[in-house]
């Protein structure tokens, strides 16, 4: 389903989805698929409203799968529910953005570093064909997907379920800050365009040098948060000041 049309669905009033009943775990997960599929494309921007009583009629639903389904991308960062106010697609200014990569940089460096010694070869294989696909792609939008598949494989060797659902939900939140530093930064004059943080983040990753992929994703993550303060405008003495109880020990 297109977003014009979806979006069209939420604004506009209910349009029924031909087909047989389906069971109401798995609708909840089409539900949820769908949306999920649309804020990370960056086609229903942060901030828009959701009306569950349409999605409910357009996909010939009762209320429970919908809530469900919103429930569930609700854990993963994507939706913000709210009684009696209803939901809409989360989103995050420039200061919460900002706590939230300074987490990353911390987080995210454990996660790989426990990640690459169980890295197979076939693993590795794999990411060393996103990063070639990388390094050609000409869409803005294909190179933001590929680039959150990439990283989010790099990480899939750590077994640790916890971590994983934190660092996913850190992408999330911050999906559309990252669209924009690349737009505005790598993609500027074009596309394609080479990332060299992705050449020796996967040089790390095949000479199998956890400590090293840990450096160099951590200075990966911090490149982009040192550039959404720089477009924030924000001192760092001014950003220390409402928010050192939630951010001042998250530094590397």
């Known amino acids: 389903m297109s977003i014009e049309k979806y979006s069209s669905v939420l604004r506009d009033g209910p349009d029924s989805v031909a087909g047989a009943p389906e069971d109401g775990r798995l609708l909840s997960e089409r539900i949820a698929a769908e949306i999920r599929?649309?804020?990370?494309?960056?086609?229903?921007?942060?901030?828009?409203?959701?009306?569950?009583?349409?999605?409910?009629?357009?996909?010939?639903a009762?209320?429970?799968?919908?809530?469900?389904?919103?429930?569930?991308?609700?854990?993963?960062?994507?939706?913000?529910?709210?009684?009696?106010?209803?939901?809409?697609?989360?989103?995050?200014?420039?200061?919460?953005?900002?706590?939230?990569?300074k987490i990353r940089e911390v987080v995210e460096p454990l996660a790989i570093l426990e990640s690459v010694p169980?890295?197979?070869?076939?693993?590795?294989?794999?990411l060393d064909a996103m990063v070639r696909?990388?390094?050609?792609?000409?869409?803005?939008?294909?190179?933001i997907q590929l680039d959150r598949q990439f990283h989010?494989?790099?990480?899939?060797?750590?077994?640790?379920?916890?971590?994983?659902?934190?660092?996913?939900?850190?992408?999330?939140?911050?999906?559309?800050?990252?669209?924009k530093f690349v737009n505005e930064t790598f993609a500027k004059d074009g596309l394609p365009f080479s990332d060299p943080q992705h050449l020796l983040l996967m040089q790390a990753i095949r000479a199998r040098d956890a400590e090293a992929a840990q450096v160099v994703v951590c200075l990966h993550i911090r490149r982009t948060r040192l550039a959404i303060e720089r477009g924030a405008g924000a001192?760092?003495?001014?950003?220390?000041?409402?928010?050192?109880?939630?951010?001042?020990?998250?530094?590397?």
């Open 37 to 60: 599929s649309a804020v990370l494309s960056g086609e229903m921007r942060p901030g828009m409203r959701i009306r569950q009583e349409l999605l409910a009629a357009h996909f010939s």
């Open 118 to 126: 169980y890295l197979t070869d076939a693993d590795i294989d794999s």
């Open 152 to 179: 989010l494989r790099t990480y899939s060797g750590a077994g640790m379920r916890q971590l994983l659902a934190m660092v996913e939900r850190f992408w999330n939140s911050t999906q559309h800050f990252r669209r």
């Open 133 to 143: 696909e990388l390094e050609t792609a000409t869409s803005l939008e294909d190179y």
């Open 235 to 252: 001192s760092p003495r001014s950003r220390r000041g409402a928010s050192a109880p939630r951010a001042s020990k998250l530094t590397v």
């Open 62 to 101: 009762s209320r429970i799968p919908v809530r469900e389904a919103l429930k569930q991308l609700e854990n993963e960062g994507l939706v913000v529910l709210a009684p009696n106010r209803g939901a809409w697609i989360a989103d995050v200014n420039s200061e919460e953005s900002i706590e939230v990569y």
